[in-house]
């Protein structure tokens, strides 16, 4: 998002200002019969005033202000008020002599300036703010961009080691199963290394990432685990941000074999009308912490990468009851 174009862009800026030269031909007209002062005064004035504006906003405030040299900013600003009543005192005097500076006629020239001074002020707040909260985002994205890079390069090593390991045995025992598996793991590595580049990514794809994961673990582990999996996707062509459901099941295996009796693993993920209901349900040893110090970046990549790109449009419930762990993930996909 482009902050200088969506929020202080040149046509929010020509409205603005339009609306404020259309207050002469509304509301001057009776004061510019009060004072004496004609209506093209005031439309001057104006064009002055928004002079004052960026001049403040642009010169007078960067410089100073934010420099902490606040005393030299308000003697600044006192000099600018008191310059601008002069001028245009002076100018009076020279473009319509018969007009007396007196009745309204000082307050119309002397208080003009401070609103613009004021706004200009509140405008630069506001721009500042903006930019600063579009920069501390960027620094985000650029930061969970490479916990990413990191996280494909880190995905499971102890995976792949035991994956390559079981088809070793594959490949001794000449079995049918070998080629699949080769496939499956090439078409990981293809996708977690070359296919994942872009901010979002075809869901078809991530679900087909997420089988053949799956079914190389199946492979692995064979009966040793309860492995349910039920994946229900309409045919619509979703969108996904690249390797967000895989650290939810890598953690299952990670954490959910081993040291477990009946151990169990259930993976629900269903798409519907957009919305996206991800589940992972394990059962784990509660004594057994030997895991959770290199359990790496995975899990806290996710939330991260969720609160920043999905916000209120995501919802992560991780409930752990001690010896089971419950993931649930809400998301409303594009």
Same mark, same amino acid.
């Given at each position: 998002?482009?902050?200088?174009?969506?929020?202080?862009?040149?046509?929010?800026?020509?409205?603005?200002?339009?609306?404020?030269?259309?207050?002469?031909?509304?509301?001057?007209?009776?004061?510019?019969?009060?004072?004496?002062?004609?209506?093209?005064?005031?439309?001057?004035?104006?064009?002055?005033?928004?002079?004052?504006?960026?001049?403040?906003?642009?010169?007078?405030?960067?410089?100073?202000?934010?420099?902490?040299?606040?005393?030299? *900013?308000?003697?600044?600003?006192?000099?600018?008020?008191?310059?601008?009543?002069?001028?245009?005192?002076?100018?009076?005097?020279?473009?319509?002599?018969?007009?007396?500076?007196?009745?309204?006629?000082?307050?119309?020239?002397?208080?003009?300036?401070?609103?613009?001074?004021?706004?200009?002020?509140?405008?630069?707040?506001?721009?500042?703010?903006?930019?600063?909260?579009?920069?501390?985002?960027?620094?985000?994205?650029?930061?969970?961009?490479?916990?990413?890079?990191?996280?494909?390069?880190?995905?499971?090593?102890?995976?792949?080691?035991?994956?390559?390991?079981?088809?070793?045995?594959?490949?001794?025992?000449?079995?049918?199963?070998?080629?699949?598996?080769?496939?499956?793991?090439?078409?990981?590595?293809?996708?977690?290394?070359?296919?994942?580049?872009?901010?979002?990514?075809?869901?078809?794809?991530?679900?087909? *990432?997420?089988?053949?994961?799956?079914?190389?673990?199946?492979?692995?582990?064979?009966?040793?685990?309860?492995?349910?999996?039920?994946?229900?996707?309409?045919?619509?062509?979703?969108?996904?941000?690249?390797?967000?459901?895989?650290?939810?099941?890598?953690?299952?295996?990670?954490?959910?074999?081993?040291?477990?009796?009946?151990?169990?693993?259930?993976?629900?993920?269903?798409?519907?009308?957009?919305?996206?209901?991800?589940?992972?349900?394990?059962? *784990?040893?509660?004594?057994?912490?030997?895991?959770?110090?290199?359990?790496?970046?995975?899990?806290?990549?996710?939330?991260?990468?969720?609160?920043?790109?999905?916000?209120?449009?995501?919802?992560?419930?991780?409930?752990?009851?001690?010896?089971?762990?419950?993931?649930?993930?809400?998301?409303?996909?594009?």
């Amino acid at each position: 998002m482009n902050t200088r174009s969506s929020y202080m862009g040149p046509g929010l800026h020509i409205a603005i200002w339009a609306v404020v030269f259309t207050v002469p031909a509304i509301v001057f007209h009776s004061i510019a019969v009060d004072t004496g002062l004609p209506p093209s005064f005031f439309i001057l004035g104006n064009l002055y005033h928004i002079g004052l504006f960026y001049f403040n906003a642009y010169y007078l405030y960067p410089r100073l202000l934010t420099r902490r040299y606040w005393p030299l *900013y308000i003697v600044a600003l006192a000099i600018v008020v008191i310059a601008s009543y002069l001028i245009k005192t002076l100018l009076i005097y020279w473009f319509a002599r018969n007009i007396l500076v007196h009745g309204l006629n000082p307050y119309v020239l002397f208080f003009p300036p401070i609103p613009f001074l004021v706004a200009s002020v509140i405008y630069r707040l506001i721009y500042d703010r903006i930019r600063a909260d579009k920069a501390k985002r960027e620094a985000e994205a650029e930061r969970l961009s490479t916990e990413l890079k990191l996280l494909r390069s880190q995905v499971s090593p102890h995976f792949l080691f035991n994956v390559l390991t079981n088809m070793v045995s594959l490949a001794r025992q000449r079995s049918p199963l070998l080629e699949p598996a080769l496939i499956r793991l090439s078409d990981m590595m293809r996708y977690m290394l070359y296919e994942t580049n872009g901010e979002r990514f075809p869901l078809d794809k991530e679900v087909e *990432y997420l089988r053949n994961y799956i079914e190389l673990q199946q492979m692995r582990f064979g009966e040793d685990v309860e492995l349910l999996t039920t994946i229900d996707v309409d045919a619509q062509p979703y969108t996904i941000e690249p390797m967000l459901l895989i650290p939810f099941v890598e953690n299952a295996f990670k954490h959910g074999i081993g040291l477990v009796d009946h151990a169990y693993i259930h993976i629900s993920l269903v798409v519907k009308e957009g919305k996206l209901e991800f589940r992972v349900l394990n059962n *784990y040893n509660g004594g057994n912490r030997s895991k959770d110090a290199v359990s790496g970046i995975g899990l806290a990549n996710v939330r991260n990468r969720l609160q920043l790109l999905y916000g209120e449009k995501h919802n992560l419930t991780i409930q752990d009851h001690g010896s089971i762990y419950d993931i649930t993930l809400k998301l409303v996909l594009s």
